[in-house]
């Protein structure tokens, strides 16, 4: 199993390996060549994942300069690169300069792929996301229903793409307020994922998680708490007792037994 510490040994190796590559691909095939940009686009986001968000979104701010001048507004490396800037933007910690810049970068998608390509649908996605992240709850449950309906023609109800939206969707709602709704719709989906994915499968075991949460949150603590017990068990048994999810649960279920016993669901 990888530990955590080898991840950003990994994303800091790949970091060097690219700026070593940036530096050949520049001296010897120029700054403007197909292939020196692909490596500076594969430094940022490395330097990203290394930890370094502010240092990617600079570098990705950089780039789209340099993709304009030489491939144009609408060359699709140039739109991949708006798309990492947005994102290194808001992980960087501006939720509202990211949102604006998806909601950008979508009028784009739509002009020029139209509205059923898989980027465009991908970029209202994010921009959802972002607009929630920034402090619009509500207007980011709006939009992933809006998605949602949008999806389900394009892609089937039981697309990957499809359940990943029906979580946001869940999750917005609750944070807009509707604590009661998340909850429905976690078990909606919860029941889909465990026919489509099965019993064991990490995006099943998380949404019984969010499930188990927004049943606390909805006031029945003790039922988040019979839910979150059920989890335990089964990340101990599929992950093991020491990994971070299953230390988690157990730290979930502690508190909902608590809150149980203090017949105080409000938080969680």
Do not use: C
């Amino acid at each position: 199993m990888e530990t955590a510490s080898a991840r950003p040994d990994r994303s800091t190796a790949a970091r060097d390996h690219f700026h070593r590559l940036t530096g050949i691909t520049t001296s010897q095939l120029g700054p403007d060549h197909r292939d020196t940009l692909t490596a500076r686009n594969n430094l940022a986001s490395w330097r990203g994942d290394a930890g370094d968000a502010a240092g990617a979104m600079n570098a990705f701010a950089e780039l789209l300069a340099d993709n304009l001048r030489v491939l144009g507004p609408d060359h699709p490396d140039t739109l991949t690169i708006r798309n990492n800037l947005a994102r290194w933007r808001g992980d960087a910690g501006d939720a509202a300069g990211a949102a604006t810049a998806f909601a950008e970068l979508l009028a784009d998608y739509l002009r020029v792929l139209g509205p059923d390509h898989p980027h465009t649908l991908t970029t209202r996605s994010h921009l959802a996301s972002w607009r929630g992240d920034a402090g619009d709850a509500a207007g980011a449950a709006m939009a992933f229903a809006e998605l949602l309906e949008h999806m389900v023609r394009v892609l089937g109800p039981d697309h990957h793409d499809t359940l990943i939206t029906r979580y946001s969707l869940a999750q917005w709602r609750g944070e807009a307020g509707d604590a009661a709704g998340a909850a429905t719709a976690f078990a909606e989906l919860l029941a889909d994922r465990l026919r489509v994915l099965g019993p064991d499968h990490p995006h099943t075991l998380i949404t019984r998680k969010n499930l188990a949460r927004w049943r606390g949150r909805a006031g029945d603590a003790a039922g988040a708490a019979t839910a979150t017990a059920d989890l335990l068990a089964d990340y101990q048994r599929v992950l093991g007792p020491d990994h971070s999810y299953t230390l988690i649960t157990r730290n979930n279920l502690a508190y909902w037994r608590s809150q149980a016993g203090a017949g105080d669901a409000s938080g969680g």
